[in-house]
T-cell receptor, first 111, second 113 residues
């Protein structure tokens, strides 16, 4: 069964303190791995799609990487406005109409 | 503005009273989907639709119905809501079945008493 586990559940950082969020996945064949940001009271907002091991994508202070078993979202010198819940999702190659989400990492960046 | 809209945003109802949550997108997307989000469980897919008149079950379809009569609309129907359907619901769309990220609506918070 396809499964996505995110860790840690919550992360508190000081402004400027870099860190990484982990997304471990089990899927019979990976079509795509997605990262979303979710602010309180809002729907998830797309950040990145990764398709194959070794792929990396960057956007401002965020960098997503992918291996065959996990993905990392690296946050460099975070700012308070980066505070949000970050969600990871996988899409199975065998049935790419279905998506499996992790329960998210809630990031709090203090000034 | 490209967007997915949901109505209502908040709903409190009683057990057994049929309700419909509407979802509409203005991006001409073929694929639409419904999710529920519960603490500690993440987003779970309820139903999805690959195009007009084509729908299929996600991971947690029990107690829900959907229809796709027009490309832009994908309503979620709870014919006899129960308290365990109290949740935060999101509608999403994407350009096609195989490609592209999903765009999410703002969510509907449903409470069933």
């Amino acid at each position: 069964e396809d499964q996505v586990t995110q860790s840690p559940e919550a992360l508190r950082l000081q402004e400027g303190e870099s860190s990484s969020l982990n997304c471990s996945y089990t899927v019979s064949g990976l079509r795509g791995l997605f990262w979303y940001r979710q602010d309180p009271g809002k729907g998830p907002e797309f950040l990145f799609t990764l398709y194959s091991a070794g792929e990396e994508k960057e956007k401002e202070r965020l960098k997503a990487t992918l291996t065959k078993k996990e993905s990392f979202l690296h946050i460099t010198a975070p700012k308070p406005e980066d505070s949000a819940t970050y969600l990871c999702a996988v899409q199975n190659q065998g049935d790419f109409n279905k998506f499996y989400f992790g329960s998210g990492t809630k990031l709090n960046v203090k000034p | 503005e490209a967007q997915v809209t949901q109505n209502p945003r908040y709903l409190i109802t009683v057990t057994g009273k049929k309700l419909t949550v509407t979802c509409s997108q203005n991006m001409n997307h073929e694929y639409m989907s419904w999710y529920r989000q519960d603490p500690g469980l993440g987003l779970r897919q309820i139903y999805y639709s690959m195009n007009v008149e084509v729908t299929d079950k996600g991971d947690v379809p029990e107690g829900y119905k959907v229809s796709r009569k027009e490309k832009r609309n994908f309503p979620l129907i709870l014919e006899s809501p129960s308290p365990n359907q109290t949740s935060l619901y999101f509608c999403a769309s994407r350009p096609g079945t195989g490609v592209g990220e999903q765009y999410f609506g703002p969510g509907t918070r449903l409470t069933v008493t």
